[in-house]
């Protein structure tokens, strides 16, 4: 079966230090992938997505990257983190062609000082 | 774009009772699918139920059920029975059509925060 990992499960950085929160599917081969932040009030906003190796799609600009460098490892980076990206932050996956169900993961918490 | 809403952003509900979630959404695709995602105090998401827009009857997965409007872009949830289990934060989830980039995008609306009360 199936199965997604995030970590850190929690993070807490200064300002102006850099991130890096990984995912990794398994049981799976060539997943979408998607990257979503969760702040108070705002719901779930969808930041980043990939069909393959190399191949990411942004959907906010903001001083927040990602990358794909295996086919089911999917990194979320900042080189300078801001307060403002405090918040939880999902990984999600979905079978390339098959159903239309994102599956997530756990969820990392990110708390910016 | 897609755009999400959900216009209650927290409902209570009496044990045993029924609740009703509201969700609408705007699009001009016609091939698209909605969601109910729960996310518990744990907040790992959980699918709840699923509706393709092709179809007309409403999606029913055991307590739960949509009322899926079209016409209206209305899809609500229905939870029969309230549980305190059921206590959560409740999204509901617009999947597009297929992109030039590959796949398809997944669009949240902020929420409702369902409180059940014994």
């Known amino acids: 079966s199936q199965t997604i990992h995030q970590w850190p499960a929690t993070l807490v950085q200064p300002v102006g230090s850099p991130l890096s929160l990984e995912c990794t599917v398994e049981g799976t081969s060539n997943p979408n992938l998607y990257w979503y932040r969760q702040a108070a009030g705002r719901g779930l906003q969808l930041l980043f997505y990939s069909v393959g190796i190399g191949q990411i799609s942004s959907e906010v600009p903001q001083n927040l990257s990602a990358s794909r460098p295996q086919d089911r490892q999917f990194i979320l980076s900042s080189k300078k983190l801001l307060l403002s990206d405090s918040g939880f932050y999902l990984c999600?996956?979905?079978?390339?062609?098959?159903?239309?169900?994102?599956?997530f993961g756990a969820g990392s918490r990110l708390t910016v000082l | 774009a897609q755009t999400v809403t959900q216009s209650q952003p927290e409902m209570s509900v009496q044990e045993a009772e029924t609740v009703t979630l509201s969700c609408t959404y705007d699009t001009s695709e016609s091939d698209y699918y909605l969601f109910w995602y729960k996310q518990p105090p744990s907040r790992q998401m959980i699918l709840v139920i699923r509706q393709e827009a092709y179809k007309q009857q409403n999606a029913t997965e055991n307590r739960f059920s949509v009322n899926f409007q079209k016409a209206a872009k209305s899809f609500s949830l229905k939870i029969s029975d309230s549980q305190l289990g059921d206590a959560a934060m409740y999204f509901c989830?617009?999947?597009?059509?297929?992109?030039?980039?590959?796949?398809?995008?997944?669009?949240f609306g902020t929420g409702t925060r369902l409180k059940v009360l014994a």
């Open positions: 989830a617009y999947r597009s059509g297929f992109r030039t980039s590959g796949t398809y995008k997944y669009i």
């Open positions: 999600a996956w979905r079978e390339a062609g098959g159903a239309n169900v994102l599956t």
